[in-house]
């Protein structure tokens, strides 16, 4: 049972005003997106910093990506049992920690371990719309929950440029003190200023469950980001990938029959709650898109016939708009949600983005036609990522929100996941010779977008499944 207050019989309200917990939470989830394009600007020279090869420097990324689809559901289960700012606090403590140690090292390993423990902080942001949905008064949470939904994407927007710029003026150590001062603001901010939710699910943590989750998942998602790199008919990828639907389907099995499971799969059945995580996947295939391809458009040279030959600051500074747009349409998101409810929503951000690729795919022989076609992607990524809590808090017990809310955020890393594969192996195969240089085609680029332009629209497909609802004022 949840812990409520004994006289009203509803969550008891902080007494912070809403506009400081909106403002904490939000910096939190713009902290932890950071670390997922934190180190984007190191690529080229990771193994040449880390005394590595290049398929082992690539698990510095790969570590980050499993150890946050890893932790996201578990920590949602956690907050819900133990109170979600604690799991918070201690997340924050994670990225922090992983921080120092990539700061204070040269070589391979401990890189690989810092990074896996910032990734553990992925957590956050699902823990911080539960928070909201707990702390707020009902007319704020919509909007609220908006802004914390879109800081995914406003944070990996703005930290390409950020951290492409400290990587070329300083030592690439600075990085990671900068992410440790930044993870550590943030925690003081929590513990001084965010109330620990009343509301709780007192049971027995589900250790089989997550062990469970946790070995599927990363069969998955090793299969998914090192295929390229293996063979995608080599035995170890493929065995993986049976590994990985053998092991959901024992897991689903276990839940179904526990008590107290990580994840309630019959909650999570329920087609409002079945079909948001399916439009998530979606939708994050979509907008992984954004960092891949015009990333590279603008950095090829102008020999390709296609590229524009800037680099890296300047691509980072044309994408920044994107992240700001998706922040600044997170409240419109709010206003269809309160008018026509969240379903339509999602619906409107899946046909932006899909607009926005469509110019893309028309449009993208300058620099302007590369910065609208983002921020029009950006903006229906805004809308859609807002959309998708209030879809999924609308179905699921006040009790076990954070939980679905990690579970959602999976999704969505799924989604990117899968997107970083398909668009890696299209563009690595579909190619031309600029000198000694072997670079994407224009062909190749075209095919991607069109696959993100699909991706936008499985994404319609499956909201026009999902049962229609009343609007979120109701």
């Known amino acids: 049972m949840s812990t409520i207050a004994p006289e009203t019989g509803e969550t008891a309200k902080p007494a912070r005003p809403p506009n400081v917990i909106i403002a904490v939470l939000a910096l939190c989830g713009i902290v932890v997106a950071l670390m997922q394009t934190l180190i984007i600007p190191l690529v080229p020279v990771l193994p040449q910093i880390l005394n590595a090869s290049a398929a082992d420097a690539s698990w510095a990324i790969t570590a980050t990506l499993l150890a946050g689809a890893v932790i996201t559901p578990i920590a949602g289960r956690l907050g819900d049992m133990f109170g979600k700012r604690t799991i918070l606090a201690l997340s924050l403590v994670s990225l922090i920690a992983g921080s120092v140690i990539c700061a204070l090292s040269s070589s391979l390993l401990p890189v690989i371990v810092g990074r896996a423990l910032q990734g553990t902080a992925m957590g956050a942001i699902a823990l911080g719309i539960s928070i909201l949905r707990d702390e707020l008064p009902p007319e704020r949470v919509g909007s609220a929950m908006a802004i914390m939904s879109a800081t995914l994407g406003v ?22 003190w900068v992410s440790a001062g930044l993870g550590l603001l943030s925690l003081i901010l929590v513990l001084a200023l965010i109330p620990e939710s009343p509301v709780r699910t007192p049971a027995r943590f589900d250790y089989v469950g997550a062990v ?60 409002q709650v079945l079909f948001t995580n399916l439009a998530s996947i979606s939708t994050g295939f979509a907008m992984f898109g954004m960092s891949l391809i015009p990333t590279q458009i603008l950095m090829a040279p102008t020999a390709s016939g296609y590229g524009l030959g800037l680099s890296m600051i300047q691509a980072g500074i044309v994408l920044a708009p994107a992240g700001l747009v998706m922040f600044f349409f997170s409240p419109v998101s709010a206003r269809i949600s309160a008018q026509h409810g969240p379903r339509v929503t999602l619906a409107v951000g899946g046909a932006v983005i899909a607009a926005g690729y469509i110019f893309m795919l028309l449009l993208r022989g300058s620099v302007w036609e590369i910065l609208i076609s983002t921020m029009i992607v950006g903006a229906g990524i805004g809308i859609a990522y807002a959309a998708m809590p209030a879809l999924i808090m609308g179905a699921v017990p006040i009790t076990e929100t954070a939980a679905a809310n990690g579970l959602n955020s999976l999704m969505r890393a799924v989604g990117t996941s899968a997107s970083s594969a398909v668009v890696s192996v299209i563009l690595a195969h579909m190619t031309i010779e600029v000198g000694p240089v072997v670079l994407p085609s224009s062909a190749g680029f075209d095919s991607t977008i069109g696959i993100s332009i699909a991706a936008a629209a499985v994404t319609l497909l499956f909201t026009a499944l999902i049962p229609r609802t009343p609007p979120v004022s109701a």
């Open 212 to 271: 469970g989750l946790s070995a599927a998942l990363i069969a998955l998602l090793l299969a998914i980001t090192k295929g390229g790199d293996w063979g995608w008919t080599s035995t170890t990828t493929l065995g993986l990938l049976a590994a990985s639907v053998a092991i959901f389907v024992a897991w689903g099995f276990y839940e179904l029959r526990t008590d107290a499971p990580l994840v309630d799969l019959r909650v999570s059945s329920r087609p």
């Open 155 to 176: 944070g990996g927007a703005i930290g390409m440029p950020v951290a492409a710029t400290i990587a070329q003026k300083a030592d690439w150590h600075t990085l990671f």
